[in-house]
């Protein structure tokens, strides 16, 4: 009959295409129990698993040698929603925001060659440019005070020619009963970045304004560079920053400095924003919005890195024996990884905290306090933090867990059976595994046909606890009938395993000698 504790074996069915190599099983050594090895990369599932693969900031992508884990390179967010944002990264240009409508002059291109995301604005002068109009209620709506902004793009020239216009912004603003031509531009000049703003900051008594920030540093060919200026509405501070550093500083005052009259800025009417009018190289993550960005982010990746979080992968049976984790990792620069795992026999109710991740070296021997590490169940968690630069990544590119299948015991050896007035004395030799926790005894009235029921002790098959028992005497059995009977052994798992069972033996009771 079949046993109410049944072992599972521990092979592995891989689902589909994608998963071919993804994971595998081999034997590593000899020895009792042979030791098994889960191979685990980015692209590998696991059947039956609730959730496959978990990314938050990290991504899988493809490497020399196969699927790797890494962090994902993102643009870094102001903390609101921008008011303009072009990010160049699908097939044709497109403002974000969707505050601006867009048109295309010329054969605007998107180069791979991006700082962020999957693309960036390739343009040659003078044939293309984009020209974008405010379409709804945003930072430039006309003739309203703006407050806090800030205007940030990453820039890579093909020449860096003096001459070349970055950006273009042209409108006309009324000033009591006069009209102000309205301009702000951002051009290379020698080889360094000028920003002028005419009659973009407004006067409260109407008069017209100027303010102009000249870079300092070198715009390099053929390097990319982060450009942001921003202007603080209690001060009136407009700062350009180039990569982080200061450039230039004014005051959008009445006086120059910080003491005087707060000049807002303010869009004028009928205006239009031109992108790349004369220049030629790449252009990415061209933002506006309505905060003074304090500290911009220049690396590819967030100080606060990325977690990735593999599939639920079974084990093939309980009370499985979890030995090493070892990783194919880089870790350059700063970079790290911190690992960490969790297993169980079941993983029913698993969520995203519980049951707790418990934190591990790859390549160290695994027990917590001194005891062994068991379970069916294994999944792992891995968080990806950058360099200090922000422009490295750890990688990880494939996942040995070592362990061994808990296998069912031996058969007990030596069974034999004596029969007696109603009785039949069951013995075997006991097994000197560690494990056992006790035995089984079947019996039945037909060969392999254990479904007895006549036995004072119970209905087969009766289970006697402890490793050192060595028999059993089954009472108020049938005289003249005969029985057929097998013994095997269970262990310590939840639930238990049991083994196969011992050779058959029989017996017929009797009221005279056996």
Same mark, same amino acid.
């Given at each position: 009959?079949?046993?109410?504790?049944? $072992?599972?074996?521990?092979?592995?069915?891989?689902?589909?295409?994608?998963?071919?190599?993804?994971?595998?099983?081999?034997?590593?050594?000899?020895?009792?129990?042979?030791?098994?090895? %889960?191979?685990?990369?980015?692209?590998?599932?696991?059947?039956?698993?609730?959730?496959?693969?978990?990314?938050?900031?990290?991504? +899988?992508?493809?490497?020399?040698?196969?699927? #790797?884990?890494? @962090?994902?390179?993102?643009?870094?967010?102001?903390?609101?929603?921008?008011?303009?944002?072009?990010?160049?990264?699908?097939?044709?240009?497109?403002?974000?925001? &969707?505050?601006?409508?867009?048109?295309?002059?010329?054969?605007?291109?998107?180069?791979?060659?991006?700082?962020? &995301?999957?693309?960036?604005?390739?343009?040659?002068?003078?044939?293309?440019?984009?020209?974008?109009?405010?379409?709804?209620?945003?930072?430039?709506?006309?003739?309203?005070?703006?407050?806090?902004?800030?205007?940030?793009?990453?820039?890579?020239?093909?020449?860096?020619?003096?001459?070349?216009?970055?950006?273009?912004?042209?409108?006309?603003?009324?000033?009591?009963?006069?009209? @102000?031509?309205?301009?702000?531009?951002?051009?290379?000049?020698?080889?360094?970045?000028?920003?002028?703003?005419?009659?973009?900051?407004?006067?409260?008594?109407?008069?017209?304004?100027?303010?102009? %920030?000249?870079?300092?540093?070198?715009?390099?060919?053929?390097?990319?560079? $982060?450009?942001?200026?921003?202007?603080?509405?209690?001060?009136?501070?407009?700062?350009?920053?180039?990569?982080?550093?200061?450039?230039?500083?004014?005051?959008?005052?009445?006086? !120059?400095?910080?003491? =005087?009259?707060?000049?807002?800025?303010? +869009? =004028?009417?009928?205006?239009?924003?031109?992108?790349?009018?004369?220049?030629?190289?790449?252009?990415?993550?061209?933002?506006?919005?309505?905060?003074?960005?304090?500290?911009?982010?220049?690396?590819?990746?967030?100080?606060?890195?990325?977690?990735? #979080?593999?599939?639920?992968?079974?084990?093939?049976?309980?009370?499985?024996? %979890?030995?090493?984790?070892?990783?194919?990792?880089?870790?350059?620069?700063?970079?790290?990884?911190?690992?960490?795992?969790?297993?169980?026999?079941?993983?029913?109710?698993? *969520?995203?905290?519980?049951?707790?991740?418990?934190?591990?070296?790859?390549?160290?021997?695994?027990?917590?306090? !001194?005891?062994?590490?068991?379970?069916?169940?294994?999944?792992?968690?891995?968080?990806?933090?950058?360099?200090?630069?922000?422009?490295?990544? /750890?990688?990880?590119?494939?996942?040995?867990?070592?362990?061994?299948?808990?296998?069912? /015991?031996?058969?007990?050896?030596?069974?034999?059976?004596?029969?007696?007035?109603?009785?039949?004395?069951?013995?075997?030799?006991?097994?000197?595994?560690?494990?056992?926790?006790?035995?089984?005894?079947?019996?039945?009235?037909?060969?392999?046909?254990?479904?007895?029921? *006549?036995?004072?002790?119970?209905?087969?098959?009766?289970?006697?606890?402890? &490793?050192?028992?060595?028999?059993?005497?089954?009472?108020?059995?049938?005289?003249?009938?005969?029985?057929?009977?097998?013994?095997?052994?269970?262990?310590?798992?939840?639930?238990?395993?049991? &083994?196969?069972?011992?050779?058959?033996?029989?017996?017929?009771?009797?009221?005279?000698?056996?």
């Amino acid at each position: 009959m079949s046993a109410p504790f049944k $072992h599972r074996g521990t092979g592995f069915q891989a689902r589909g295409v994608a998963v071919v190599a993804a994971f595998a099983i081999a034997a590593l050594g000899a020895g009792p129990v042979a030791e098994e090895t %889960l191979v685990i990369d980015a692209a590998s599932t696991a059947p039956g698993s609730p959730r496959q693969w978990q990314f938050d900031g990290a991504i +899988a992508s493809s490497g020399p040698a196969g699927p #790797v884990l890494g @962090l994902s390179p993102t643009p870094a967010d102001a903390g609101e929603e921008p008011d303009l944002r072009l990010s160049f990264d699908e097939a044709h240009p497109s403002d974000q925001s &969707g505050k601006w409508s867009l048109e295309v002059v010329g054969p605007v291109s998107i180069s791979p060659s991006s700082r962020f &995301g999957a693309g960036a604005g390739s343009f040659r002068a003078p044939a293309t440019r984009l020209v974008l109009q405010p379409a709804s209620v945003g930072v430039f709506t006309p003739n309203m005070p703006i407050g806090d902004m800030s205007l940030e793009f990453w820039l890579k020239p093909t020449r860096a020619d003096s001459g070349e216009i970055v950006m273009l912004w042209k409108a006309n603003r009324k000033a009591g009963s006069s009209w @102000l031509p309205q301009q702000v531009t951002c051009l290379i000049s020698r080889n360094r970045m000028t920003f002028g703003f005419i009659n973009f900051f407004a006067d409260p008594s109407g008069k017209a304004t100027t303010l102009s %920030l000249q870079g300092s540093s070198v715009v390099v060919p053929a390097a990319w560079s $982060h450009h942001l200026v921003r202007f603080d509405s209690s001060t009136g501070l407009v700062e350009y920053l180039m990569n982080g550093e200061i450039e230039a500083v004014a005051y959008a005052t009445s006086t !120059g400095k910080q003491a =005087g009259t707060i000049w807002s800025p303010m +869009a =004028g009417d009928s205006g239009r924003l031109e992108v790349a009018p004369n220049y030629t190289g790449l252009i990415d993550e061209l933002r506006i919005v309505r905060t003074f960005i304090d500290a911009p982010r220049l690396g590819r990746y967030g100080a606060a890195g990325g977690t990735a #979080v593999s599939p639920i992968f079974d084990l093939g049976g309980t009370n499985s024996l %979890l030995k090493s984790i070892e990783a194919d990792a880089m870790t350059p620069a700063e970079s790290a990884v911190h690992w960490s795992y969790r297993i169980g026999d079941s993983s029913a109710g698993w *969520d995203d905290d519980e049951p707790a991740w418990v934190p591990f070296s790859p390549g160290v021997a695994l027990s917590r306090a !001194g005891a062994e590490i068991r379970g069916r169940y294994l999944q792992l968690r891995m968080d990806l933090y950058p360099d200090a630069s922000g422009e490295l990544s /750890p990688t990880v590119s494939t996942i040995r867990a070592r362990f061994e299948p808990d296998l069912p /015991p031996s058969p007990p050896a030596m069974a034999r059976a004596k029969a007696g007035d109603g009785s039949i004395a069951v013995s075997w030799s006991p097994l000197t595994e560690a494990d056992i926790a006790g035995y089984v005894v079947y019996y039945g009235s037909a060969p392999g046909d254990y479904f007895g029921a *006549d036995a004072r002790e119970g209905r087969s098959p009766i289970f006697v606890p402890g &490793g050192s028992a060595s028999g059993l005497t089954l009472t108020g059995l049938k005289n003249g009938s005969l029985y057929f009977l097998a013994v095997a052994a269970y262990d310590g798992a939840h639930p238990p395993h049991i &083994g196969d069972s011992s050779r058959e033996i029989s017996a017929r009771p009797s009221r005279v000698s056996p």
